[in-house]
């Protein structure tokens, strides 16, 4: 196991003197277990337990664990184990092996292993004896928190039960007391699986709950510095270990996905050209410094919301930003991690939907990873939270995905990205919404000219129909088509907005200062209450990456030596070189841009209002044309 920052270096060796004790851990450990004072026997015709009144919750009896054989009895009518049951017993006697060599290496970090060999020799007295102690205690932490990261990483599965997994009785006086604890809550929740694959799914949410316990009681154990800044990886497992700043999650899998080109994309100018450019941006992210240029300089594009009716490109845009940055991270070497969370994570089981959309949110997030994240439909999956109708799990993504996007503890830097895509954005909560940094329209083809691209793109090549009086994806060069596109904002597109310009420029003028602006930005307000201050982030925040709307070379991105795996400094100053400043005619477009789509929104909501009300008013009279006919046949009883 070696730091992939050249730090201190763990051998096969070191994990293979541990081999003879992890063996006998899976084999037969006995642990202590503390007495919840009820008996395990049912009285005598009833279903109750007997509980003493005497309490006896700090007592503690010892009980057997055989996880070898627990395991064997999931296929209890087979004596060899399968494939499944022989990873888990495998891994997890290794990940003791590996967590008693990381237990050592923090002893070599901290005064442990000094003071271990002085007490060897004579027990240690007064402060020596409390901080031999302490540490002694922190060293089981650093062992227990490596084996329920072995296991989350290397035992793969596909699902995990609901929350219904208990954590661990943890014990902290030694690395194996520790170790045997854990190997005790394992033990628990895999007996009476029915199967493998349940087998499977509760020995990983055991180690999942097992991590969050862990990173609970962070606090209270001292040293643990020198652990939080350790960069561990065991190439033989695939098994990295990144101190605590993220919770390790699921073991990464190449990514199987029909990717997209760019050019097999027709019409969505805007935002197949800010996709592009989003695709390069996070790959100028430095993972020495975690950082990305485009943060400190501005422009970065965190969070975007692109909403179209149904059939207009919004898969097929994911697919194309997704396969971009895939590609990038091939040929710099990056590990890329997408992921999308959608309808099917939402849980019936109160709190298990925030958690999966939490666990979604920190896999995106992961510092030491290019990550995109996407919630497709998310009107159906995070609730207005003024819906009664919705779900409790549909409210809790909302909750969770707003903490998330803008919260107080949300640190934006520059590896990953989220996307939301709507049907329906009207339907999304106003507050969540206005937590995406931009608006992308995916309208799909527009023009004469993009429905006979699109046909012939679609059509392929196996006919012999002439093409007639037209060039072939003439309109769809990208710099053209996205200079219309900007070009068509320069006037508002909503009805609602152009008053407020045409009763603004009546009044005022043309725009030409700052103040105009102001003034500008609060007539909308005025008119729309929902343009709030965040509002005005988000322009800004787009007027920002208009300046950075720059051609980073494609040189750049050929060979990962070019730009992706220069130092931050060097990448910094490039990118500085060819940023432009920003005029009054784009801040003006992306005033309009936004603006448009909040007018949009609440259009659409209200016309579904005015529709509801029509239809409820239909029935209404309808409901009393019945009952008329009713009475007059004598059939209606009041």
Known sequence: MSQTTGLTTISEEDIARHRSVAQAMVTRVVVLTPQDGGSKTALAGTHRRFVSTVSTSGLRSTREIELARTIQAVRGEDPMLSIPQHTLLFRTRRGIAVALAVAELFARQTDLESL????????????DAERFKRLLSASAYVAVFTLAAYILQTV????????DTEEPDFQFDTPQDALKSLLAGLDEAIAGAPDEVSMTARARALARVAIEGLLSRRARFEAMSAFAQSHLRLEADNFTLDGF???????RKPLVMSFKKPNEIIGNHLAKHQAMRLSRMVMAYDFDRQLNPFVELGGFLFTFIGDGAPGTGKTILIQMLAG??????????YPFHYENFGVDQISSYQGKSGQNCKAFVDNVLNPRAIGFGTIDDIDQVAAKRSDDRASAGQQEVTAVLMESFAGASTVVRGNCSFGMFSNYPENVDDALRQRAGARWLVDGPQSLDDYIDIFALLAGKNHSIPLGSHELYASQEIKQAVARSYDGHDRPQEEGLLSVWERFEKQHGKVKTIADIGAYLHQIKLAEPRFTGRAIKNITDAIKMRAMDI?????????????MHKAYDEKLAMISELRKPFTIEMVLQEINRYADSEFRYTDRSDATAVEEIIRRERQRERAIRDIETMKRDGRWQS
Request: charged letters at 25%.
């Open 116 to 127: 271990q060999s002085r007490n060897a020799g004579a027990p240690l007295q007064g402060p």
């Open 156 to 163: 793969d599965g596909e699902t995990e039960p609901v929350n």
């Open 245 to 251: 700043d993220v919770a390790p999650g699921q073991r």
């Open 324 to 333: 971009m940055i895939n590609d990038y991270c091939e040929v710099a070497g």
């Open 551 to 563: 051609d980073l070379p494609d040189e750049w991105f050929e060979t990962a030596g070019a730009f």
